[in-house]
C-alpha cells in the first residue's frame, strides 16, 4: 500500500484524527521540542518577515515557529483540507498565523518573496523530493533561509534483543507509513542540487521510552495486519499490550534519529 501522508484525504477522517492528535503528541516530546527550538534559535528574522512551512499538517510545528516568531507573518501550507480544518482548530491566541490548503509542488506564493521555508517530516513523504526544494528555491529571496528537518526512518526501531517481535511494527510502519525511509543520507545532495548553500547539517538521536509516544505506531500496524489477515486479532492486542507492558516496567525503546539541514538562497552575484 502507498504512504497515506501521500495523499491524506484519502486515508480518511479516522487516520486524519489519529495522526493530527500524534503529531502533537510527537512534537511535545522533549527531544522533538529541542530539535525544533535549535533549528528555530538559527533564523534571525525582522518582525516585517514571511515564513511558510511546507507540508503543515495539523500545525503542530508550524504553531511554535508563530510563536517564536511573532508577531511576524507565518502560513502552513499543507495538501490535506482535513488536516487544514484540525491546524484551524488547534491554534489559539496566534493572530500571525494562517493555513492554506496547497501542495508543496505549487505554492501559491510569488517568486523571491518569503524570508523562510520550513518542511519538518515531509520529504520522507514524497515521491519527488527535489520537486519540493526546487518550490522552496522559488519563492525563498535571495539570502533566505530553508529547514528541513528530516526522520531517517532506514534506522529506527523497537529492539531490545535479536529478532524482537515488537519491531515488527516498527518496520512495518516504515514499510507501510513511509515512502522514502533513507531521505536523510540524501538530503545535503538534495539541497545542493537545486542551487541553495547548505551552512548547517546535524543528526540527533530520540529514544522513546514513554506510553504515548510510538503507540500509534503499534496501533496502526498491528490493526492493518489483523485486517489483511495476515494476523489475528490476539496477536494484534498482545503486541499492543507488549508495547505498554515495556513502557510500565521501563523497558520499551523507541529509536529514531532526526536530521536538521539548514539552507540558504545565495544572494546574487555581483
Ligand atoms: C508526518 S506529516 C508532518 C506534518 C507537520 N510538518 C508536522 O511535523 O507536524 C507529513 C505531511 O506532509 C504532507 N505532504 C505529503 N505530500 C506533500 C506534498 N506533495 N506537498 C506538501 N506536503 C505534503 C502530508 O499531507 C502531511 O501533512
Not at 83 to 99: D, I, S, Y
Request: glycine share 6%; net charge negative; proline share 5%.
Amino acid at each position: 500500500m502507498a504512504d497515506p501522508f501521500q495523499d491524506v484525504d484519502s486515508a480518511g477522517p479516522e487516520f486524519i484524527k489519529m495522526f493530527a492528535d500524534a503529531m502533537d503528541v510527537r512534537q511535545s516530546d522533549p527531544t522533538m521540542e529541542k530539535i525544533v527550538a535549535t533549528y528555530l534559535g538559527m533564523l534571525k528574522l525582522s518582525d516585517d518577515s514571511i515564513t511558510i512551512e511546507i507540508g503543515a499538517g495539523a500545525g503542530a510545528v508550524t504553531r511554535r515557529i508563530a510563536a517564536h516568531l511573532q508577531p511576524a507573518k507565518v502560513v502552513g501550507y499543507e495538501p490535506s483540507r482535513g488536516f487544514v480544518e484540525e491546524a484551524r482548530n488547534r491554534v489559539q491566541g496566534a493572530p500571525n498565523l494562517t493555513f492554506q490548503v496547497a501542495d508543496g509542488t505549487n505554492v501559491p506564493v510569488e517568486n523571491g518573496t518569503i524570508d523562510a521555508v520550513v518542511m519538518h517530516t515531509v520529504l520522507t513523504h514524497v515521491t519527488h523530493p527535489e520537486k519540493l526544494l526546487a518550490e522552496a528555491f522559488r519563492v525563498l529571496k535571495l539570502g533566505g533561509t530553508l529547514i528541513v528537518c528530516d526522520a531517517d526512518f532506514s534506522k529506527a526501531t523497537f529492539s531490545n534483543f535479536a529478532n524482537d517481535p515488537l519491531d515488527v511494527c516498527a518496520k512495518e510502519f516504515v514499510r507501510e507509513f513511509v515512502t522514502d525511509p533513507f531521505i536523510v543520507s540524501k538530503l545535503r545532495s538534495l539541497v545542493s542540487g537545486v542551487g541553495l548553500d547548505l551552512v548547517h547539517f546535524d543528526v540527533e538521536s530520540r529514544v522513546v521510552t514513554t506510553k504515548e509516544q510510538m503507540r500509534p505506531w503499534v496501533e496502526a500496524t498491528t490493526s492493518q495486519m489483523c485486517e489483511r489477515g495476515d494476523i489475528g486479532k490476539e496477536l494484534a492486542d498482545a503486541l499492543v499490550a507488549e508495547h505498554d507492558r515495556r513502557a510500565e516496567n521501563e523497558s520499551l525503546y523507541g529509536y529514531q534519529a532526526f536530521a536538521t539541514a539548514v539552507a540558504r538562497k545565495p544572494e546574487k552575484k555581483p
